[in-house]
């Protein structure tokens, strides 16, 4: 299995632009995170899925952000517009069954770099 | 307030010595607790996953504790390898599958 795919690996944009990241999860993987990470604040859960429906989005930061899961192995996390203090890294990570099932192993993707200017 | 806090902030230890990493957290009520190790510029990656019946578990060098009265968690790595430089997070489940993440400690192994 390749595990979970992000694109674009580093994003850089200028404020006000719109920005996708996209997120591939292991394949039979029922649940799915999106989490930022700052050297500030660590790692912060954004929102997550379960069956392709958003279960926590409590951690959604305002409404500029958004996420999308249309079908269990693709899932979108939108910007728009972009501010400066978005600059972070956005990693995907998915498991099978709920987010805080015992022995439900989370698996992260490479994560996406993004920097806006 | 749900809380993780992990101590030391940061640590320098010389290849081959020993050292522990501290987890102390406020998560009520208390689902289980994972160590994640993330190396610099990747995702993290899962050390151990603990339920609250378990005290101790081990992943090679790595061992894991539990205090769930106490409400601690400690790491211990044992003959540290240059390999082992990186951020330890720690991550306790609570209620409703809530997530409260430590803010990490940054281990620097020296030759």
């Known amino acids: 299995d390749a595990g979970v795919i992000q694109s674009p690996r580093h994003e850089v944009t200028e404020m006000g632009q719109e920005v996708t990241l996209r997120c591939k999860p292991i394949s039979g993987h029922n649940s799915l995170f999106w989490y930022r990470q700052t050297m500030m604040r660590g790692l912060e859960l954004l929102i997550y899925?379960?069956?392709?429906?958003?279960?926590?989005d409590s951690g959604m930061p305002e409404d500029r952000f958004s996420a999308k899961m249309p079908n269990a192995s693709f899932s979108t996390l939108k910007i728009q517009p972009s501010e400066p203090r978005d600059s972070a890294v956005y990693f995907c990570a998915s498991t099978s069954g709920l987010a805080g099932g015992t022995y439900n192993e989370q698996f992260f993707g490479p994560g996406t770099r993004l920097t806006v200017l | 307030k749900n809380q993780v806090e992990q101590s030391p902030q940061s640590l320098i230890i010389l290849e081959g010595k020993n050292c522990t990493l501290q987890?102390?957290?406020?998560?009520?009520?208390?689902?289980?607790l994972r160590w994640y190790k993330q190396d610099t510029g990747r995702g993290p990656v899962s050390l151990t996953i603990?339920?609250?019946?378990?005290n101790t578990k081990s992943n090679g060098r790595y061992t894991a504790t539990l205090d769930a009265d106490t409400k601690q968690s400690s790491l211990h790595i044992t003959a540290s390898q240059l390999s082992d430089s990186a951020s330890y997070i720690c991550?306790?489940?609570?209620?409703?599958?809530?997530?409260?993440f430590g803010t990490g400690t940054r281990l620097l192994v020296s030759p």
């Open positions: 987890c102390n957290y406020t998560v009520s009520p208390f689902s289980n």
């Open positions: 991550v306790v489940i609570g209620g409703f599958q809530k997530l409260v």
């Open positions: 603990m339920t609250f019946s378990e």
């Open positions: 899925f379960n069956n392709n429906v958003p279960i926590d």
